[in-house]
């Protein structure tokens, strides 16, 4: 599996990073170790998770994806093979939340106990916390890679404005500074990206995991009527899609993926991996044979045609 820098930080990570969003959500324990095992076999050892995973689920109360995947270690004893992404910031509960030093301190050691692990590889502000000075955040950032707890720091969810004044309060203060940005972006949501967030990424040279990748499942080309909606929990997610720019992003899929000898899935995140701007699209998957159409993806090289039918199937008019 060849890999890719993650911004201008030490860390190498294949071209797809696995969403852990789905541990403890649609697949349980035993499924979660068995793709797991598969995915790091494979190379697709980018892991990418969050605290509040799966607080959304009724009797959730968040934690339960890290916890999965910490057990996961412990039986597999493959930490120094997995490079672990989480996040930090969004409700755990009552005063638990945003990205203030103190709940930093309290949230990280609640992770890495998950976790079981003494260190995260990417620790990510999930969301911008504009209560809190960033100054602070970075500040409490810094500690933490002081003391070998945090190798690299990242973003999730910021605005352009809001990572620029980030990174220049990095090189002002010698804090360690943000080194990628989880956006949504996809071959259907493509705009709010392009334009504010793309050139930014460039500019500075951040590593790109983006979200969504497969539009809730959209690009996967099982959704095709209303009908289709009920194959899934995130079914109802995928129903904005369902207009004549989303329909004729999916026949261009199809055409190139027949031409190909792929599959729709792998089409569309060959796509996001051409890209340059983009490092390693965030995926998930329930299934063995859905982390089969994940390995293939990474191998699929879309030829200039393949991607200017994609480019102009899709474009925002």
Do not use: C
Not at 60 to 80: A, F, H, M, P, V
Not at 154 to 177: D, F
Not at 259 to 283: C, F, K, Y
Not at 291 to 315: E, G, P
């Amino acid at each position: 599996m060849t890999t890719r820098k993650l911004g201008n930080s030490p860390l190498a990570v294949p071209p797809l990073t696995f969403g852990g969003n789905v541990f403890g959500w649609t697949i349980d324990a035993p499924t979660a170790f068995t793709l797991l095992d598969k995915l790091v076999d494979a190379g697709l050892n980018f892991i990418d998770t969050a605290d509040v995973y799966s607080r959304w689920v009724p009797g959730n109360d968040g934690g339960e994806s890290e916890t999965i995947i910490g057990n996961w270690l412990k039986r597999s004893g493959k930490r120094e093979q997995v490079i672990i992404a989480t996040k930090v910031g969004m409700e755990m509960g009552k005063d638990k939340k945003g990205l203030s030093k103190a709940y930093i301190q309290e949230a990280v050691e609640a992770s890495l106990r998950r976790l079981n692990t003494d260190y995260i590889d990417l620790y990510q502000s999930h969301e911008d916390d504009p209560s809190t000075p960033l100054a602070e955040t970075l500040g409490a950032y810094a500690r933490l890679v002081e003391q070998g707890k945090v190798r690299v720091i990242g973003a999730s969810n910021y605005s352009a404005e809001r990572l620029l004044e980030a990174v220049t309060i990095s090189e002002q203060q010698g804090y360690p500074s943000y080194q990628s940005l989880q956006p949504q972006y996809n071959l259907y949501e493509r705009a709010g990206y392009e334009q504010t967030m793309e050139p930014f990424v460039l500019k500075h040279g951040l590593g790109v995991i983006n979200y969504y990748a497969l539009a809730s499942g959209f690009l996967s080309g099982k959704y095709r009527s209303e009908k289709d909606l009920g194959k899934s929990p995130r079914g109802q997610a995928v129903k904005r899609y369902l207009d004549a720019r989303g329909l004729r992003i999916l026949d261009a899929l199809d055409s190139v993926a027949l031409r190909l000898n792929a599959t729709p899935t792998q089409v569309a995140l060959a796509w996001l991996i051409a890209r340059p701007s983009i490092t390693a699209p965030i995926v998930s998957a329930t299934t063995l044979a859905q982390v089969d159409d994940l390995i293939l993806a990474t191998r699929l090289s879309l030829d200039a045609a393949a991607i200017a039918l994609l480019d102009q199937a899709s474009a925002e008019t």
